[in-house]
């Protein structure tokens, strides 16, 4: 710390960084997000906490637009490919990323999983989290879209609980609404509780069970894709 | 725990930082974090007492400064009060998030020869 007499003491040197501590992951994600926008993929991040439905979800939209549309997923999980085989079995090629220990899924794994996964013929890329209300919503995947399904007997204030998920998300699925009948939970307490966490509070009824409100749901995601989708690809979809 | 590999990558910056400068120690850490930024500053800092060990950052203090939410409306710019409604009363326009979502390594405080 001396600078005057010549001895060689080192100097204590402020560096100003002013980074964020996520900047490689943003990176990342942004490579990711061109990749999609380049092959007119629409990617969605879909999270809820464990046992919201999130893969439910996906069984019960390849039924509702399987059939006109090319899905595809990628399913994070701290351990087994379960959700991955599920959906395959409904008919969406599907691959499983098996975190170990992380509670989230991060750019660079979705980005190596790509590597390994057919997905530049999609229409749609569902990126199906680990099931977790908190991690998952600080790691920008590269997704055009964020989904949090909640179920309805998760309760009216989770919204408040979680402001950090909702906040980010451009829509919010309430899941298993066939249960309502049997439950002391009011839609209305969890839309106004969204009110106080989403800047743009957007929240679809529905049940995979039922079908009930999967009808809005896939309105949303055409409407969505046909934001990205590339001129080319739906010419090719048209063509005979 | 999210707040492990946050921490990872922010001994990962200042170790890369440290070398291009030739630092020879590591002081003091500034870091900024958002109440939006879904991190915990306790845990945050359990965190960092566990992966700076064996680090140019095994002597270095953390300090971490808390950044309060703020929201104003996206078009008036009427500032909204915690708590509130996230939508404009007077345009209902939705509400704009202006801080406390950060999560940002400001400045590293080294030793250099």
């Not at chain 1, 750019?107 to 991690?135: I, Q, S, T």
């Not at chain 2, 030739?22 to 879904?38: D, E, F, K, M």
């Not at chain 2, 808390?66 to 345009?91: F, I, K, N, Y």
Request: proline fraction near 5%; hydrophobic fraction near 45%.
């Amino acid at each position: 710390m001396c600078d005057t007499c010549g001895c060689g003491d080192p100097k204590l040197v402020p560096v100003e960084v002013h980074e964020k501590l996520l900047a490689g992951n943003d990176r990342t994600a942004a490579h990711n997000r061109e990749h999609f926008k380049g092959r007119g993929v629409l990617a969605l991040n879909l999270m809820g906490s464990p046992g919201a439905g999130k893969t439910a979800i996906l069984e019960a939209t390849a039924r509702s637009l399987g059939s006109r549309r090319k899905l595809g997923a990628i399913a994070g999980d701290l351990e087994t490919d379960r959700d991955a085989e599920r959906l395959r079995t409904a008919g969406v090629p599907a691959t499983a990323i098996t975190t170990g220990s992380a509670c989230h899924l991060d750019a660079e794994m979705v980005h190596k999983a790509l590597h390994h996964f057919p997905w530049r013929e999609l229409d749609y890329l569902f990126v199906e989290n680990v099931g977790n209300l908190v991690c998952p919503a600080i790691y920008d995947l590269g997704q055009a879209a964020s989904v949090v399904a909640l179920s309805i007997t998760e309760g009216e204030d989770k919204p408040l609980k979680y402001p950090v998920m909702f906040r980010t998300a451009d829509l919010v699925l309430l899941t298993k609404v066939d249960l309502l009948p049997y439950l002391d939970v009011r839609v209305t307490a969890i839309e106004d509780a969204l009110a106080h966490v989403m800047p743009r509070p957007a929240l679809l009824r529905v049940s995979a069970r039922t079908g009930e409100g999967l009808g809005a749901w896939v309105d949303w995601l055409e409407a969505r894709r046909a934001a990205v989708a590339r001129p080319v690809k739906a010419a090719a979809g048209a063509a005979p | 725990m999210h707040e492990y590999s946050l921490v990872q990558a922010l001994v990962d910056r200042v170790e890369r930082e440290a070398r291009a400068r030739n630092a020879t120690a590591v002081h003091r850490l500034s870091v900024r974090i958002g109440a939006l930024a879904g991190v915990e500053g306790g845990l945050f800092r359990s965190a960092y007492e566990l992966c700076r060990e064996g680090t140019i950052c095994s002597g270095a203090e953390l300090l971490i400064e808390p950044v309060e939410a703020r929201w104003a409306c996206s078009r008036c710019g009427r500032a909204l009060a915690a708590g509130e409604v996230l939508t404009c009363p007077e345009c209902d326009a939705p509400a704009r998030l202006l801080s406390g979502d950060e999560i940002m390594l400001d400045r590293i405080e080294m030793e250099v020869p």
